[in-house]
């Protein structure tokens, strides 16, 4: 019989989203992220462009943004589990189309926000949901062992994952920041990978020598720490004399009621849309926009890109002020963006960036694979993976669908 080896398989490497990978060992497979590529007026399903109703899955088949993998959305068989890191959608929309019998695993810490973002019918999920993992838990798919291990990104419940198999050890980042409120999950995840064979790394921040990636310019107008935005919430609440409108991320619970307690203690009271307030676990909701109107000075209305129109109702007065904080569209490469701008210079609304990446900063990026220091680093879910150099550490730029074996892997070593 031929001795049982570990293969890695990118089904998508993320470029700069979707990333998501197969470890196998033997007859089992652990299948990492099933989410789609986000990438407004690139993607082929974009601007308001979705699968047709009744086919959503086959459409996305044929065109390649889900990976044709046997047993997974039927016929289980017995042979791949699915782990999840984190509840963003270029990580969980291929949930919902799972076969019921697949075992699916996630961050125990991630389970409020799941079912709440499910029942809004914001991220449909599959029946049954699966099973939410205590960090530090270990979870077996045949002989690859799983183990949880949080680290810090821009909503509750992110994790990273170390992976052994008989002959292989891996650690898989997740999405992480190292300047969130919670950086000690972040180095907690490097010192537990300490020295693995390879490192899957996520860089997204990670920019081509000669251009600024988008996701940097956009998100990083002025480079804030969570902290930072947070305290600027304050003081321009401090300032503020009319109304307040912000556009946030109502996954990024703990920002939301940052600016909640911010707005209370300048006297003023943060409403939300309905479908955003349950998302955020917010209770106070947007009303009627005719009582904001006439007290505008009291509120902050968060308003994602959809609800822009309900400034139509809330007739902002001169000196109103717009926060963009990390809400959708995220920068000048979606097209939204521009009409965005349209907007708030249309009701002649004074723009405040204060925003702050869920993603490692490129020295960041560099310190986790220093901290870690791994065999073998492969950047991905980034659009410049070429740009990681860590001096000593050897570097694959993974190649979609191409198997790697743990002996190539290990060739490799610096
Ligand atoms: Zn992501």
Redesign the pocket.
């Known amino acids: 019989m031929r001795r049982a080896t570990t293969v890695l398989t990118f089904l998508a490497t993320?470029d700069p989203?979707g990333?998501k990978f197969t470890v196998e060992y033997g007859a089992s497979r652990a299948l990492f992220d099933f989410?789609r590529e986000h990438a407004p007026g690139r993607a082929l399903f974009s601007l308001g462009l979705e699968p047709r109703p009744g086919r959503e899955l086959d459409d996305l088949l044929a065109i390649g943004m889900a990976p044709r993998l046997e047993g997974l959305y039927r016929d289980w068989g017995g042979r791949t589990s699915v782990f999840i890191s984190h509840l963003?959608l270029?990580?969980t929309f291929l949930v919902r189309y799972l076969d019921p019998a697949v075992p699916l695993y996630y961050p125990a810490a991630m389970e409020e926000l799941r079912a709440a973002c499910a029942g809004a019918g914001l991220v449909p999920w599959r029946t049954p949901a699966g099973i939410g993992i205590a960090d530090r838990k270990t979870i077996g798919c045949g002989e690859i062992e799983v183990e949880f291990v949080a680290v810090d990104h821009d909503l509750p419940g992110a994790t990273g994952f170390l992976i052994r198999t008989p002959d292989l050890s891996l650690a898989y980042t997740g999405?992480h920041r190292w300047h969130g409120l919670h950086p000690e999950l972040t180095e907690g995840f490097a010192e537990a990978a300490r020295g693995v064979d390879v490192l899957v790394q996520?860089a997204?921040s990670l920019a081509p020598r000669d251009a600024v990636a988008p996701e940097v310019a956009a998100a990083q107008v002025e480079r804030l720490t969570e902290a930072a935005v947070i305290a600027r919430f304050e003081e321009l609440l401090g300032r503020a004399r009319a109304l307040v409108v912000a556009n946030l991320y109502p996954m990024n619970r703990e920002r939301v009621s940052a600016l909640g307690r911010a707005c209370q203690k300048s006297g003023r009271m943060l409403l939300m849309d309905p479908q955003a307030a349950v998302v955020a676990g917010w209770e106070e909701i947007l009303g009627d926009p005719a009582a904001v109107a006439a007290d505008p000075s009291r509120y902050c209305v968060a308003l994602g890109f959809h609800s822009l129109p309900t400034l139509i109702d809330l007739r902002p007065p001169a000196g109103s002020i717009f926060i963009q904080s990390d809400g959708s569209p995220l920068g000048i490469w979606d097209p939204a963006w521009t009409v965005l701008l349209a907007w708030i210079q249309m009701f002649g609304l004074e723009l405040v960036h204060l925003a702050s990446s869920g993603h490692s900063r490129s020295e960041d990026v560099v310190r986790m694979v220093r901290t870690v220091a791994p065999g073998l680093v492969l950047p991905v879910?980034t659009r410049a993976p070429e740009a990681l150099e860590v001096p000593g550490i050897a570097r694959l730029v993974p190649v979609p669908l191409q198997p790697y074996t743990d002996g190539q892997l290990r060739s490799l070593r610096a």
């Open positions: 993320g989203t990333l989410g963003h270029d990580h999405d996520e997204v879910h």
